[in-house]
């Protein structure tokens, strides 16, 4: 039986773990956050990676996208949906 | 006229674009401004062999990730690729300088300049990295997917120049397209900013990047190994205070021997100078004017120079980005992001180079606040004034466990400068630059060798700017600081123990200003020391140099400008003077740099309000408390 997993915040992601974008809420993001997400490969259906987490409150996060690491904070993060692979 | 074809060098943050300039250029750069902002204009002559008669004009525009501009830096490449940054001519050809490790980001930008229709080569820069992270890359692939010439390059070993060069030269004498030629280019103006076209762009070149790449084995280990370190919440912190301490105390440590020759040179230069003119006012100008108050801010390279190093080495490795990383949180607190790290740090070297890097911070209201609050990280020019007042009244002795005392302070200083800084932060963030940030989202770079031509031409370039600044602004406050404390003439006779603060007109001015300064503690000679120092805060030391050196008679002359401080000023006094220059509000070059920053004078007259209001209070606190515990 194949069902979809159920989609998680990005900011659920343990380190190391993998898993692709499902829904990105553009609106709730500002222009020029959403512009340099998008300038940096972020969309729906691109595979990420959780790399990082920072010192204090585990807070910013570091997340590989294509061949690329880049950071941001969970509040931003919080705009991206994700669906973990399949255990 | 026949001008030397305008190459304009185009790329992401992190392309390697500044290695591939100073490759092509090597020392034939010069560093300036386009006119009416702060964004610097990097230009070189390149010539490449069979290339055009008299070389092409290569321009280093800053990097950035879209034409659709997000700073003031990002806004200068828009405009000179548009055709319509004022002082610079539409390029001829474009060379778009591109990662090959990361290419499906790095090809949504190319696919967004080729719109433009100018001429272009793609140089695929890192090829060699890219090779070590497995990945295959089909040039010829590539080439005919983009319809332009594509050159593999790797700048640092200066590896792919000759065929980039042949690939230029080919694509001048090529007739640029019908849109290039109109230049309003409206539709590709509004491409630009349509959030769909933008979206569409990305997938076309993850899809082109994936179409061209093989990869054989996993990429970026290397980073990958060194993050895991670096950026662990136990040792990634622990690692950032060690690298900032270590910064910090080779300032101090190496900088001891060649400070020791430059003073050295400058007391030659000023014996000879008194052994071979007659004493007279040409003298009185050279040894007490000139080399006395130029020598005594050029004594400051070595320390300007190893402090640059350090951020030029921590910028090119990569490691910068780390460090914002791991500050962010902290910086969160008082309402900035990890992007103000890096200016603020720039700022313990001087406040207007750290005043210009708030350009990559793209929230207005982020990079204003730090823009405020840059001035109150402790620059180089305040060691001087605090170098000279330590040794003058801070005990020479341990405090234990091998710390002394006159270290400690100066740290303590600094530390006063840091945290002044986060509460003005806070403060300002809740009220003249309140407002929620664009938060903080950043690109870090794959680690790389720092590459040694690269770092000391910048050396090179940081050095020439602060001689020209010694030459020019300090050179010519000296000599009128000079002038004013000689004119007019004491009278022959005069049986003052004083007699330049007494006649000259500097001595009226100070006299004039004094009951401002006198409830804080200073004296008529702090205060005429206060007036020079707005040319650079370091000529405050130059001052009380030329101040005491003319007011002497032969025996004080004889006496170093520590012991004649000692001798004339009380601690709390000292104290005070010390508590006033952690804020420091009077330099103008910062004033000036935040004018052409913000656009208008607002900002730097409330700078100049705010800093001076804290620097009055903190001296007058540090006085009142000094005396009342008796330290008088």
């Known amino acids: 039986m ?17 898993a692709t974008i499902s829904h990105v809420d553009w609106p709730s993001l500002d222009d020029a956050t959403a512009r340099r997400l998008q300038e940096f490969g972020v969309d729906e259906g691109i595979s990420v990676q959780m790399l990082h987490h920072g010192p204090l ?4 996060i570091a997340l590989r996208v294509g061949r690329m690491t880049i950071a941001l904070r969970r509040s931003q993060a919080m705009a991206i949906s994700v669906v973990p692979p399949r255990p | 006229m026949n001008m030397a074809p305008l190459v304009a060098l185009v790329g992401n943050p992190n392309a390697g674009k500044t290695s591939l300039f100073n490759a092509l250029t090597g020392a034939r750069q010069k560093v300036g401004n386009y006119p009416g902002v702060t964004v610097e204009r990097k230009v070189g002559r390149w010539l490449p062999a069979s290339g055009p008669e008299r070389g092409i004009e290569l321009v280093d525009l800053p990097g950035t990730y879209s034409l659709d501009a997000a700073s003031p830096d990002e806004q200068v490449t828009h405009d000179v ?27 949504r930008f190319v696919l967004e300049l080729k719109d433009l229709g100018l001429p272009m080569v793609v140089a695929l820069n890192m090829a060699d990295l890219a090779r070590r992270d497995g990945l295959e890359i089909d040039l010829a692939g590539l080439s005919r997917a983009l319809g332009v010439p594509v050159v593999e390059t790797v700048a640092v070993r200066r590896k792919g120049l000759d065929t980039l060069g042949r690939a230029v030269t080919d694509a001048l004498a090529q007739p640029p397209a019908a849109e290039a030629l109109d230049g309003s280019a409206a539709g590709v103006e509004r491409a630009l900013r349509d959030p769909a076209a933008s979206r569409a762009r990305g997938k076309a070149a993850r899809a082109l990047a994936d179409s061209v790449t093989v990869e054989t084995h996993a990429s970026r280990r290397w980073t990958r190994r060194l993050d895991r370190v670096l ?15 270590v910064m910090f105390q080779a300032v101090f440590a190496w900088a001891e021997a060649p400070m020791g020759w430059i003073e050295a040179a400058i007391g030659w230069l000023q014996a000879s100078a008194s052994a071979l003119l007659p004493d007279n006012l040409l003298r009185s100008l050279i040894v007490d004017g000139i080399l006395n108050g130029v020598g005594s801010v050029i004594v400051f390279l070595p320390q300007i120079l190893i402090l640059f190093f350090f951020i030029l080495l921590l910028e090119q490795t990569g490691y910068m980005t780390r460090a914002a990383f791991l500050m962010d949180r902290l910086m969160a607190y008082a309402g900035l992001s990890g992007r103000a790290f890096i200016p603020l740090l720039s700022s313990f070297a001087c406040a207007i ?45 341990s405090v234990g466990a091998g710390i002394g005392l006159q270290g400690l302070t100066l740290f303590l200083l600094y530390v006063a400068g840091i945290v002044a800084a986060f509460v003005a932060a806070l403060l300002l963030r809740r009220t003249v630059t309140s407002g929620t940030g664009h938060g903080f989202l950043m690109e870090m770079p794959s680690f790389q060798t720092p590459q040694l031509r690269d770092i000391l031409l910048g050396l090179w370039q940081r050095a020439l700017i602060f001689l020209k600044r010694a030459g020019t602004i300090i050179l010519v406050s000296t000599v009128i600081l000079w002038a004013l404390l000689s004119f007019p003439r004491a009278p022959a006779d005069s049986a003052s123990r ?23 503690g200073f004296n008529q000679e702090i205060t005429l020391a206060l007036i020079p120092a707005m ?32 001798s004339s000023w009380t601690l709390p006094t000292a104290l005070a003077f010390l508590a006033w220059f952690v804020f420091a509000p009077q330099c103008l070059s910062t004033i000036a740099v935040t004018r052409r920053e913000t656009n208008g ?8 309000g705010y800093l001076f209001g804290l620097a009055y209070l903190a001296a007058g606190a540090t006085y009142w408390v000094a005396t009342a515990l008796g330290a008088g």
């Open chain 1, 2 to 18: 194949t069902t979809e997993s159920p989609s998680v915040n990005l900011n659920a992601l343990a380190v190391d773990q993998s």
């Open chain 1, 57 to 60: 409150g585990r807070d910013p």
């Open chain 2, 81 to 107: 690729v548009m055709g319509r940054q004022p002082g610079e001519r539409r390029p001829d050809a474009i060379v778009a300088v591109v990662d090959a490790t990361n290419l499906d980001n790095h090809l």
């Open chain 2, 231 to 245: 950026l662990n919440p136990v040792t990634g912190p622990l690692i950032l205070a060690t690298i900032l301490f």
């Open chain 2, 353 to 397: 180079p750290g005043i210009m890097a708030t350009r990559t911070i793209a929230d207005p209201r982020d990079r204003l606040t730090t823009i405020l609050i840059a001035p109150l990280m402790t620059c180089s020019a305040r060691l001087p004034v605090y170098a000279v007042i330590i040794a003058a009244f801070i005990p020479d002795r």
């Open chain 2, 498 to 520: 004083n007699p330049a603060l007494e006649h000259s007109v500097a001595g009226w001015i100070s006299r004039g200003l004094e009951p401002i300064f006198r409830p804080v």
């Open chain 2, 535 to 566: 040319a650079a805060r370091e000529v405050a030391v130059s001052a009380l140099g030329t101040v005491y050196s003319l007011q002497g008679d032969e025996e004080a002359v004889e006496q170093s400008l520590v012991e004649r401080l000692r």
């Open chain 2, 601 to 608: 004078w607002t900002w730097p007259l409330f700078m100049l």
